[in-house]
């Protein structure tokens, strides 16, 4: 079982990034995904929790309107869009699975190894 967070990188101001979490080992329809990141110096926040019974996901007020989330089924893989960055989602992204349709991020199932997002000119 494993997830795999990529797409990181560095990238301007009011630029767009893709973070993809690839699952091996279990079907994300079984389960929630979070995205979490973390800036140096900063408590770890939740960006994104979907719920992939239903479909539905939650994005937080920090990246509401600018982050969207989608998934391609035959790869068993989540995306992360992240439009007009801002220097504020400069953070080490990660992606976790919880089986159901929770995201508690001291409960999650698994993670994923964290991919490093920075906006900067």
């Known amino acids: 079982v494993q997830l795999q967070a990529s797409g990181g990188g560095l990238v301007q101001p009011g630029g767009s990034l893709r973070l993809s979490c690839a699952a091996s080992g279990f079907t994300l329809d079984d389960y929630a995904i979070g995205w979490f990141r973390q800036a140096p110096g900063k408590e770890r926040e939740g960006v994104s929790c979907?719920?992939?019974?239903?479909?539905?996901?939650f994005y937080a007020d920090s990246v509401k309107g600018r982050f969207t989330i989608s998934r391609d089924n035959a790869k068993n893989t989540q995306y992360l869009q992240m439009n007009s960055l801002e220097a504020e989602d400069t953070a080490v992204y990660s992606c976790?699975?919880?089986?159901?349709?929770?995201?508690?991020?001291?409960?999650?199932?698994?993670w994923g190894k964290g991919t490093q997002v920075t906006v900067s000119s």
């Open positions: 976790a699975a919880r089986r159901g349709s929770k995201c508690l991020p001291d409960d999650m199932d698994y």
């Open positions: 979907t719920n992939n019974s239903d479909g539905s996901t």
